[in-house]
């Protein structure tokens, strides 16, 4: 199995998840007001939603452009920075649904389009911090760039829970929705 066929489809999955939590959100709060929610957070030390947002989409798209050894899109800077200015700069919902909507569209175009990389290849993956990790592409797929993408997703999740939404698991996980034998769906 090759490494995109596996975070590929989970990043397109989550990413249209996360669209669709926001735009129930959206749907839950009168007036306009859900634009507040994009700088709700879970602690004081933590980034808000809004980041939240714009890092699980670099996350994906460094996934998936890494994973090809192809330099990143401009794009991935440009959702970095503002996530780091998000506090200041939240933007709006419209403005979130469209960078997940673009993010989808760019991942799924540059899978597409996809040589298939060697598990075994060494990616040698730099944070801004200084630290450098030494892995496999298999390694940095399973354990960073999965995790890293979740990370930012599941955030937005429990900000958007803590807000009062209403959310459940089948919004988590509704692409399961597809797999669903049919009849085995309960009736309460």
Same mark, same amino acid.
Not at 47 to 75: D, H, K, N, W
Not at 163 to 181: N, S
């Given at each position: 199995? &090759?490494?995109? /066929?596996?975070?590929? +489809?989970?990043?397109?999955?989550?990413?249209? =998840?996360? #669209?669709?939590?926001?735009? &129930?959100?959206?749907?839950?709060?009168?007036?306009?007001?859900?634009?507040?929610?994009?700088?709700?957070?879970?602690?004081? /030390?933590?980034?808000?939603?809004?980041?939240?947002? *714009? $890092?699980?989409?670099?996350?994906?798209?460094?996934?998936?452009?890494? !994973?090809?050894?192809?330099? $990143?899109?401009?794009?991935?800077?440009?959702?970095?920075?503002?996530?780091?200015?998000?506090?200041?700069?939240?933007? #709006?919902?419209? /403005?979130?649904?469209? &960078?997940?909507?673009? @993010?989808?569209?760019?991942?799924? @175009?540059?899978? #597409?389009?996809?040589?298939?990389?060697? +598990?075994? @290849?060494?990616?040698?993956?730099? !944070?801004?911090?200084?630290?450098?990790?030494?892995?496999?592409?298999?390694?940095?797929?399973?354990?960073?760039?999965?995790?890293? $993408?979740?990370?930012?997703?599941?955030? =937005?999740?429990?900000?958007? *829970?803590?807000?009062?939404?209403?959310?459940? &698991?089948?919004?988590?996980?509704?692409?399961?929705? =597809?797999?669903?034998? +049919?009849?085995?769906?309960?009736?309460?």
């Amino acid at each position: 199995m &090759k490494l995109l /066929d596996v975070v590929v +489809p989970t990043y397109v999955q989550m990413l249209n =998840a996360l #669209s669709a939590w926001i735009g &129930k959100a959206e749907a839950q709060i009168p007036g306009g007001q859900a634009e507040a929610l994009l700088s709700a957070r879970l602690a004081s /030390d933590m980034y808000p939603l809004s980041t939240q947002i *714009r $890092f699980a989409c670099a996350q994906a798209q460094e996934g998936v452009f890494r !994973l090809q050894r192809q330099p $990143f899109p401009p794009s991935v800077e440009v959702l970095l920075n503002e996530g780091r200015n998000a506090a200041e700069r939240p933007g #709006s919902i419209a /403005d979130a649904r469209s &960078k997940i909507g673009e @993010t989808v569209s760019l991942v799924e @175009t540059a899978a #597409s389009n996809a040589r298939d990389m060697d +598990p075994a @290849t060494p990616i040698a993956h730099a !944070l801004p911090i200084g630290m450098i990790f030494d892995l496999t592409a298999e390694q940095y797929a399973r354990d960073w760039a999965l995790p890293q $993408f979740y990370f930012h997703v599941m955030a =937005a999740y429990a900000i958007l *829970r803590a807000e009062g939404m209403e959310l459940g &698991k089948a919004d988590y996980v509704a692409h399961m929705f =597809a797999y669903l034998r +049919p009849g085995t769906m309960p009736s309460y």
